[in-house]
């Protein structure tokens, strides 16, 4: 892939990208797409975006594109978690844009549903992401977590927790798994998100 210049601190590779691959008892298939990537001067704080340049992938919500053509590779949430553990891009490109691709190109050979697990779009995939992140059951759960999250620390750990233990966050475990996403995002933007569920789940 060739590397364009760097304007405003935003470096953007474009060029094929190849793969081969075969997950578990799954067909092997070896494809290309000629992709655009973007990373932010912000990386790994900022997710990649990946976008693709021949019209192989339609821009349509069934394959998982946004309606500004850029991939959706999943929840902000998740992505960001990822790129928490495992900074590196090879090692965001192997865990989530290959499977992505691999995915596409199931569908269009072999007429398949997306193969990876189906996740649901916008508010009710974030939902689903946060239950699995933080380990927690249910719409309320998530929602008092994500407010947590957009709380200070100190003033988090003196409220209940979401858990159902009956303690304050502090003294449960899943303080600590909380504290864990504190420096994935900012304060306001889990405060946003809790807002945002908020509204779409009708609590
Ligand atoms: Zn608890």
């Known amino acids: ?20 691959r075969t997950y578990k008892n799954r067909d092997l298939i070896h494809d290309s797409y000629k992709l655009k990537i973007t990373i932010s001067e912000k990386y790994p704080k900022v997710v990649p975006v990946f976008e693709e340049l021949e019209g192989k992938i339609p821009r349509n919500p069934d394959y998982h594109v946004n309606p500004d053509g850029t991939f959706c590779l999943g929840s902000e949430l998740r992505l960001l978690k990822q790129l928490a553990d495992t900074p590196d891009l090879s090692s965001f490109v192997d865990s989530s844009l ?36 933080f380990r927690l059951n249910g719409k309320h759960a998530v929602v008092s977590a994500l407010e947590l999250l957009g709380k200070r620390r100190r003033v988090a750990n003196k409220c209940i927790c979401p858990c159902g233990c009956q303690r ?15 420096l994935i995002m900012p304060r306001t933007r889990y405060k946003e998100l809790a807002l945002s569920l908020k509204y779409k789940l009708n609590i």
């Open 98 to 133: 290959i499977p992505y691709l691999y995915a596409q190109s199931h569908k269009r050979m072999f007429g398949s549903d997306f193969v990876f697990g189906e996740l649901q779009h916008g508010e009710l995939g974030i939902f689903e992401d946060c239950e699995n992140l």
């Open 1 to 20: 892939m060739n590397l364009a210049p760097v304007i405003g601190g935003v470096t953007v590779l474009t060029g094929l990208f190849e793969f081969s």
């Open 168 to 182: 304050n966050l502090s003294q449960c475990c899943t303080h600590n798994r909380l504290n864990g996403f504190r």
